[in-house]
Nanobody
């Protein structure tokens, strides 16, 4: 059974930082395109950062310059470093994986259970 397990969420004040992690049981991890998505209350799931198999990245405009996605293929872990957090970054954050490059579209085949990020202003 494929597992994607997110961690690192929490509550932080505006301007603060958090680093999310996603541990994956997918093998080989390096064969998968990976992404971070978030869902605010009452809104749809939004793609915010994706990373290709060899490290090419793409970001939603709302997080570009503040968030950094990275991957550790040796240890099967996906990261999201979030700096200069804003209240509008509040939501449930999910990692996702697929062998198809869906970029920022929420069409990935595998999803984690999510980790909550709350930013207070």
């Amino acid at each position: 059974q494929v597992q994607l397990v997110e961690s690192g969420g929490g509550s932080v004040q505006a301007g603060g930082s958090l680093r999310l992690s996603c541990a994956s049981s997918l093998y080989p991890f390096s064969a998968y395109y990976m992404g971070w998505f978030r869902q605010a209350p009452g809104k749809g799931r939004e793609g915010i950062a994706v990373i290709g198999r060899v490290g090419a990245t793409d970001y939603a405009l709302s997080v570009k310059g503040r968030f950094t996605i990275s991957r550790d293929n040796a240890n099967n872990i996906l990261y999201l470093q979030m700096n200069s957090l804003k209240a509008e970054d509040t939501g449930m954050y999910y990692c996702a994986a697929d062998r198809v490059d869906w970029r920022l579209l929420p069409r990935y085949n595998y999803w984690g259970q999510g980790t909550q990020v709350t930013v207070s202003s």
